[in-house]
């Protein structure tokens, strides 16, 4: 055990001269062991150990021995020793969680309270064959590759010097070294997952493979590299998108990387983390080309013309609000909806009209069609949003459309139909942005002044990718 526990803490650079270690005592074979094997180390690496138990108020006398062992252990080694009570059945039923979750999340947080109070480590006793353990409990459920990790030897301040022993070599260990140390009888209970794949699903791999252990150790050094690269580019494509909103890098990115990217976007921009289904459905949408998902904390994801929107719910709600009597008398120059979108308008001659067009049929670019009118032809004119009823028909297309029926057609997401702004015209509807002009407004043979629209879609589609709660 010794040998395997110095290879760790080499290769993880575990441990420095001097470092202040916390760790976690619950006073059974593997953390007695590794607090017998640290204090082995004081010397060499002038480390300060603090042991911490924490009774978690379960098992009412028995847990009361554990903590009375604990506490006798670290005075034969000389180690400072604290000892903790904490409600675990309590406070799982006022959070409706289970016990052993809230038994980690209590555990840890003490943990990391103490190790910020002396800018120290955190040390758990979790052993190679524990990694197994969580490999396969992972698979059970359909993991990634990332379920396929297994416990990583460090994560943050968090150490695990026997993560590459097994339990085997624990028990070889407290022998060797007259170690005592508790069994909890809940380890023997087969209504914990952890305890059936212990006692019942590991023992049936051991006769196909009696090195199994070592075998998911093994896959589980090839999962941390794989997942390593695959995070690293998962990461480039979420930098861009929180970014500068460009979407373009995760959505041609391969599945697994799409994934991550997913998940990584969510965590930065706003604070959540979705479950499977959400990533699964997020990318579903993506691959149909549109679609909305409903994501934790009253967020919601879009996906349309290949744009990604994240926003919170009640942002489309408030802009609905804020839209619905919004209207500005036309003027040449610049305008801002309440939506924040810029809108500039400019006369220009014809000639001046038919130069740009020249420009834009060798450039293939189309804008300059859709977004000039036949200035002229405006009268009594005001920039709006949509009001129910109102019709469309296109230049150089046949037939009047309802907008709501244009909109769909055009495949723009529902959730900004609202704030897509027109230019109405004695009661007409003469331009709508991302559409273009109508067919009786549209630049003619016989037109003299062309009025020039700019203004974006996308401006509103980004919206979402600008998140500041």
Request: glycine share 6%.
């Amino acid at each position: 055990m010794e040998s395997k526990c110095r290879q760790a803490i080499e290769r993880y650079k575990m441990i420095s001269y001097g470092d202040r270690i916390i760790l976690g005592l619950s006073g059974g074979a593997d953390s007695c062991a590794l607090l017998h094997f640290l204090c082995s180390l004081r010397d060499e690496f002038a480390l300060d150990v603090t042991a911490v138990h924490v009774n978690h108020m379960i098992r009412g006398e028995e847990a009361e021995r554990d903590a009375a062992f604990a506490q006798r252990f670290c005075s034969e080694l000389g180690v400072k020793f604290l000892l903790y009570k904490r409600d675990i059945p309590k406070t799982a039923a006022e959070k409706g969680i289970g016990l052993e979750q809230c038994g980690r999340e209590i555990r840890y947080g003490i943990f990391e309270e103490l190790a910020s109070q002396c800018r120290g480590k955190i040390a758990t006793a979790h052993t190679l064959s524990d990694s197994a353990e969580t490999v396969i409990f992972h698979m059970i459920r359909g993991c990634s590759v990332t379920g396929l990790k297994g416990i990583p030897p460090v994560r943050g301040n968090i150490i695990r010097p026997l993560i590459m022993c097994e339990r085997a070599d624990i028990e070889q260990y407290c022998a060797a070294n007259g170690i005592d140390y508790i069994t909890d009888s809940t380890n023997f209970s087969t209504d914990y997952a952890r305890n059936k794949i212990r006692l019942q699903i590991l023992p049936v791999m051991r006769d196909l493979n009696p090195s199994v252990i070592e075998a998911i150790g093994r896959l589980s050094e090839s999962a941390r590299s794989d997942d390593a690269l695959l995070s690293s580019m998962a990461e480039q494509a979420a930098r861009e998108y929180v970014e500068d909103g460009s979407s373009d890098r995760l959505i041609s990115s391969t599945l697994p990387i799409m994934s991550r990217a997913l998940i990584t976007v969510c965590s930065e921009k706003l604070h959540i983390m979705p479950e499977q289904k959400h990533i699964l459905e997020m990318i579903n949408c993506i691959s149909r080309g549109k679609g909305i998902v409903n994501l934790p904390g009253d967020h919601i994801f879009s996906f349309s013309q290949g744009n990604i929107s994240f926003k919170k719910k009640h942002q489309f709600t408030e802009s609905v609000n804020i839209c619905e009597n919004w209207q500005a008398n036309f003027i040449t120059g610049e305008i801002i909806t309440p939506c924040k979108q810029k809108i500039i308008s400019r006369v220009i001659d014809k000639n001046k009209y038919n130069e740009l067009c020249d420009n834009e049929k060798n450039k293939n670019d189309k804008k300059i069609f859709k977004n000039c009118l036949d200035y002229d032809k405006i009268v009594n004119a005001r920039f709006r949003f949509r009001n129910e009823g109102d019709q469309f028909r296109r230049a150089g297309r046949n037939g009047t459309k309802s907008l709501k029926k244009l909109f769909i057609e055009e495949k723009i997401p529902a959730h900004i139909r609202h704030a897509i702004p027109l230019l109405e015209s004695c009661g007409e509807v003469a331009w709508i942005c991302g559409i273009g002009a109508a067919e009786q407004f549209k630049v003619t043979d016989t037109t003299k002044r062309v009025l020039h629209i700019s203004a974006d879609l996308r401006d509103i589609t980004h919206q979402g990718g600008s998140l500041n709660d």
